[in-house]
């Protein structure tokens, strides 16, 4: 399972921000020029920025890191279009052997999976949907929803407008 905070709503990203994707129990990748990466204090002082397609990687004494280029969003075609560009992955773990980072991850998304279908169907579960079910119709709470996900409200048989359409 991997979570991306910032990507389903690239469109609206404004320069500066970064791009920050989870996966739980994993790693964190974070996406960005090389000005934001240093202005977040991410990259030490000193680092040598790697050319083309090669990865740097270092460590300290809680996680492991990792540089290289990345495709910056929205662009298409061929590497040789971006592999000289300035947009950088960095990707962030545990200061663990990669392969446990990987089976705790895996374990995580697992248990979530086991704990999702023992509460389907449960009480609880019902109790929940209730609560979905009047949330959906106070008047308030889809008012202050709408607010902070910017969403259009929909109608019946309306499609659903992408960020790029609106």
Known sequence: MRIDLA?????TLAASDLLIAIQPRGFTDIHGTSAQLCAEGLIP????????TERVSWTNEK???SVARS????T???????????YWSLERCLN???LEVIRFAEIYKRSCELNAAILFGSAECCRLGERVSVAWQDSAY?????????DDPRGPGRPRKTRSQA
């Open 7 to 11: 990507l389903p709503c690239a469109a």
């Open 45 to 52: 002082d000193g680092f040598k920025w790697p050319s083309r």
């Open 63 to 65: 996680f492991s890191f």
């Open 71 to 74: 495709r910056p969003p929205g």
């Open 76 to 86: 298409k075609g061929p590497m040789s279009t971006w592999i000289a560009g300035d």
């Open 96 to 98: 663990v052997d990669r």
């Open 142 to 150: 889809t008012a202050f929803r709408q607010r902070i996900l910017g």
